[in-house]
């Protein structure tokens, strides 16, 4: 698509729908033509189903294909159904592999099966082979659309390769060497193919340094390689090392988008949910809600049990109930602030909790031991100054702070840690998890801290 200088959104947007109102389609198809697909993809997302018919049949055979890519499952499924199976094979013949498959894992089995009773042979046989990649594995993401060179190719042939096969290539700029059976052997770049004598053998030019990703590979890991390197794509090969594809980075970064918006759901003690927020009904929220909140609830009763088992003391020394709050907030924001910590040092890889777990704790025993001892020390001089209780309720308050805050840290980067050890998402140990953990704690730190000053006094 061309695209016109001084380009505004908000601007394009109006007049695309001014002129869909006013049926101009000459006019409007010329504009959607010299309109971004990302922008386009957004304007008939919030058309009828209808109208959006309308705009995906007046854009240029290449765009459409380019658009639909664009577009999430819903408006998929309601535009193919609402045009000809010719358009439809249309579409999927201009689409990228890549992108087709991720279509085809979307729709119904019978969608399918249609698709591939108009497809050619070789077509159903990658396609039949790319849906049995299990979801989520560097399988399931890759492309066959790559550019392949063989090791006795000279950079002439090369080049010429790579002009007759562009179009259907998602990749030309890095070009990769394989040799018998298929088999990994380097890469090569378009810039150094470009640059050098056309009689030049292409394994005297490749890297055979090349990192690779396994079929059955987690799709989280991959996109941690392509963060670690900063590649644009990524060979897959298979057990025996033969290349089979490559994942190229716009794909990671909805791996990305997604593996990071499961973390946020899993940190704020919600079950992870593929679908939009607005698009989900109340019962599915409330549903992928509800076990983690009875979970908390039934866990926080544990603080009506530890109240209990101090009764005697509180009734003592009424003041102590005053403080809490404070001391069970302080606890479950220190141990938070933890979590967060290591649990984003887990993602990025800074942290190894195989051997880094010793250094970590030794660390957030120091920064809880600091924090805690300037937050007593303040907590202590507010219940004397400000609240107006004894000296000995506010040295409670003090110490009391001190050891939560010491304990919060040590829990909150602990239990992120152990997660990953016993195989489950450092995500869930967030804050609801921590929170009502460390309330606990702290409640009984609280109680016999004060059952130690009271007896000292």
Known sequence: MRQDINYDFE????????????????????????????????????????????????????????????????????????????EVDNIFKDLNFDDMIDTLEEMPASFVKKVLKRSDSETRKLVNEFLNFPEDSAGSLMTTEYVELKENFTVGKALDLIKETSDNRTVIYTCYVTGAGKKLLGFVSLRTLVTSNRDVLVKDLMYEDVISVGTHDDQEDVAKQFGRYGFTSLPVVDSERRMVGIITVDDIFDVMEEETTEDFQKMAATTPDEAEYLDSSVWQLAKNRLPWLLFLMVSG?????????????????????????????????????????????????????????????????????????????????????????????????????????????????????????????????????????????????????????????
């Open 11 to 86: 601007e394009r947007i109006e007049l695309l729908a001014s002129l869909l109102s006013e049926k101009k389609f000459i006019e409007l198809a010329d504009l959607l033509s010299r309109t971004n697909p990302i922008d386009v993809e957004e304007f008939i997302s919030n058309l009828s189903d209808e109208d959006s018919v309308i705009v995906f049949r007046l854009l240029k055979k290449d765009d459409a294909a380019e658009v639909f890519a664009e577009l999430d499952h819903d408006q998929k499924q309601k535009l193919l159904s609402g045009i000809t199976d010719l």
């Open 301 to 457: 009763s544990f603080t009506s049990t530890i109240l209990k088992n101090y009764q005697n003391l509180i009734q003592s020394m009424i003041a102590l109930n005053i403080f809490v709050p404070m001391l069970t907030d302080s606890g479950g924001n220190a141990g938070s602030q933890a979590s967060t910590l290591v649990i984003r040092g887990m993602a990025t890889g800074e942290i190894d909790t195989s051997k880094d777990w010793l250094v970590v704790i030794f660390k957030e025993l120091r920064v809880g031991l600091l924090s805690g001892f300037i937050m007593g020390i303040v907590a202590c001089a507010k219940c004397v100054l400000f609240d107006k209780v004894n000296f000995e309720v506010g040295l409670i308050v003090g110490v009391t702070i001190l050891v939560i805050i010491t304990i919060a840290k040590i829990v909150g980067s602990m239990l992120p840690m152990l997660a990953k050890k016993l195989n489950f998402d450092p995500a869930i140990m967030a804050s609801p998890l921590i929170t009502t953990i460390v309330d606990s704690i702290g409640l009984i730190c609280y109680f016999e801290v004060a059952n130690i000053i009271m007896s000292i006094y």
